[in-house]
């Protein structure tokens, strides 16, 4: 059992349009992640879908966040901030 | 005594008895997934046991709520089979005693389904949404361990070996069954037992497991005849209660 993959789980709620990330757990397989996410994640009726995946297919950016995402930072043009919204507009 | 009170206490008892049982995992699984599946299964069980003994208190008419019935009946007085009270010894014996268990329940509480008592035909309505899930969680296992390793094959037969002799009684009728079946209200046993061979034979097969031959099934719990390990299991749930009672969260 100390050799069971780790696998991260995604659940989707109800009303949830995607799925999220809510942890990570032990399992054997696939399989057995599915029932372990089951049991341990959605305990109190969180979920209606869930993903698993095995951790180590997932990639993440290493990188230094302030200089791989700095590029964006001085385009204030990309956000939609400068229209001037008329007033009938809502629930914007 | 009343068939259909009698009958509910047996359903009541199987689920009670071995919610008890998983409970004792709680804290104690091998591995933090396991732990919380053993211990939400018999979350479950816990409900079915409560609405099968609050009715069942409903129906004597003697004012006995589920709580009386749960923590103030003594060993000779509860009806479950002598599989529930089983100990947990390891992982391989209580896989193999959900696995047998969860398989008759299964097929019992698909038959409740077209009961006549229509408050009976709800519970089972309810329950086999679960009770459909913890057999597909034992079957799994049955299989993941039968068919795994040396070690957890050899784990496995081992217990499966020791708890055959409690699995007879769970589908052998009695008198209270026969009259609980003929009123409708209760299961046929009869049509019960193939299905229950049927479906543990195939997934003994599949898990590469040997099924026993020729052992002499134990019985007694229905009628209230137990094994010595039910007190031991009365001692520590009924304690509180026995010592306070009516006391309360």
């Known amino acids: 059992m100390k050799d069971w993959p780790l696998w991260e789980i995604f659940i989707r709620s109800k009303q949830g349009l995607s799925h999220k990330h809510v942890g990570s757990l032990h399992a054997a397989d696939a399989q057995m992640a599915l029932e372990n996410a089951r049991d341990v994640y959605c305990r109190r009726n969180e979920g209606i879908s869930i993903w698993v995946v095995e951790s180590a297919h997932i990639h993440a950016s290493t990188e230094d966040p302030e200089a791989f995402f700095d590029p964006a930072n001085d385009k204030v043009y990309r956000h939609p901030t400068f229209y001037d919204l008329p007033d009938e507009v809502k629930h914007m | ?249």
């Open chain 2, 1 to 249: 005594m009343n068939t259909t009170f009698e009958y509910l206490i047996r359903l009541g008892d199987n689920a009670l008895i071995l919610s008890q049982r998983l409970g004792e995992w709680c804290g104690h699984g091998p591995v933090l997934e396991q732990d919380i599946a053993m211990t939400n299964i018999a979350l479950d069980l816990l409900g079915q046991a409560r609405m099968l003994l609050t009715y069942a208190g409903q129906l004597e008419g003697k004012g006995q709520s589920e709580d009386d019935l749960a923590y103030f009946r003594d060993a000779h007085q509860f009806r479950n089979a002598l599989l529930v009270e089983q100990p947990n010894e390891d992982w391989a014996y209580t896989i193999v005693r959900q696995f047998f268990f969860d398989t008759f329940s299964y097929f019992n509480y698909q038959a409740l389904l077209q009961s006549r008592d229509e408050h009976l035909a709800g519970i089972a309505e309810k329950a086999i949404k679960e009770v459909t899930y913890h057999l597909r969680y034992s079957s799994e296992w049955m299989v993941r361990l039968g068919d795994g390793t040396e070690t957890s094959r050899e784990k496995m037969q081992t217990a499966v070996n020791d708890l055959w002799a409690f699995s007879g009684e769970l589908t052998t009728p009695d008198e209270t069954d026969r009259l609980a079946a003929e009123s409708g209200v209760g299961a046929d046993l009869l049509k019960i037992k193939p299905l229950w061979e049927q479906k543990v034979a195939s997934i003994l097969e599949e898990a590469t497991l040997k099924q026993p031959e020729n052992i002499w099934m134990q019985r007694g719990g229905k009628q209230g005849r137990h094994s010595e390990h039910l007190g031991f299991i009365l001692a520590e749930m009924q304690h509180m209660q026995r010592t306070y009672p009516g006391n309360e969260w």
